[in-house]
């Protein structure tokens, strides 16, 4: 086992990945041909033949998760969101984006990208957030063109019991990491609630897969105005009922999982690396006020 002063001298053990043996790790776990047509997913910077001995998940590439990235050794930082979704003609460090690269290149620190395969997965985003709230007997709510058929954007299945919608909101609440946004629920706190649908991340342009779901209640984040005031006003009998949580909090609940997920199959490779997950908060909203 490498300690501390080993990796800051650059040392590694005969069973250190290289950058190229993790990217392997990652295809078979969350592979490319899962995202959307319009993602960028995989490699953002890095050598293959670089060794890899700490990696750390994270949801967003900001400059702070960067920077704290970099101050713990790490030589892979996995994020969900990707750095460059949208082209670019410079990468001058005269912008963030710019300025994010060189300090990975600088450091020695590759970045990947993990989106949306890693919400389509078996695994995924959305199971993960399907199994943290107790859901069972799960499927896509758009099964993927060219996966498995567990696999897909979104999940929708049961409670073992049914219970209240404001029962069920508060275990949202208690389950999603803690950020200023809060959650927001739209229905009669009353009203039953069993058959569950949740997609991680951005989920307003699923409405017609949830509605043909006839799920109870809709959990997801970013839900915008319009597209949720239509949602109620095309509701039958109120339903589906709507929670809006933050985007960050749905989709930090898979980074453990990944981290985990990924440890095993390089162990079974053969590879001794460390894994952690980012303890920095990149929900962009620092309070909320309330009536």
Known sequence: MLTDADRAQGAT??????????????EELWPASLAEPWDEVGPVVGRPECPVTRIMFAVDPTLEVIADAI????QLLITHHPLLLKPVNSVAATGFKGEA????????????TAHTNA?????????????????IDTTPLVPSKDGLPEEGIGRVGMLPEPMKLGDFAARVFETMPSVAGGVRVAGDAAGIVQKIAVCGGAGDSLFDAVRDSEADVYVTADLRHHPASEA????LNGKPYLIDVSHFASEWLWLPAAAKALANVLDEMGHEVEIEVSTVNSDPWDFILTP
Not at 119 to 135: E, F, H, T
């Open 101 to 112: 690269v060189h300090l990975l290149i600088e450091s020695g620190c590759a970045l990947v």
């Open 119 to 135: 919400d389509s997965a078996l695994g995924g985003v959305s199971d993960v957030i399907a199994d943290a709230l107790g859901v």
């Open 232 to 235: 109620r006003e095309a509701s």
């Open 71 to 74: 101050s713990r050794g790490t």
């Open 13 to 26: 053990s005969p069973n250190t990945p290289t950058l190229g043996d993790v990217l392997l790790a990652v």
